[in-house]
């Protein structure tokens, strides 16, 4: 348990952090799955409109510092390759 104030501070600071990464992880899981779920039905049209939408989720996960740069350089080329695979 935290006994100094500053200590209290960063623990509520951690908390508010953990949330809104957790909230930012969850989404860009749901918008990955949906990527894959459109190539896996071979359906051109909503793989590039779910790609999209993941890879604007996926950029501001990475400078908000949710996911590494690099994490999600690698994430977002390995889905527009499937969706390129695809269409």
Do not use: C, W, Y
Not at 25 to 54: F, G, I, M, P, Y
């Amino acid at each position: 348990m935290a006994n100094h104030p500053s200590a209290e501070k960063r623990n509520r600071q951690r908390i508010k952090r953990t949330d809104r990464n957790r909230t930012q992880k969850s989404t860009v899981r749901t918008l990955v799955k949906k990527v894959r779920e459109a190539v896996q039905a071979k359906d051109s049209a909503a793989a590039k409109t779910a790609l999209q939408n993941a890879i604007v989720a996926l950029d501001k996960a990475g400078t908000k510092g949710v996911f590494h740069k690099k994490t999600v350089s690698r994430r977002i080329s390995r889905l527009a390759s499937a969706v390129h695979k695809v269409g």
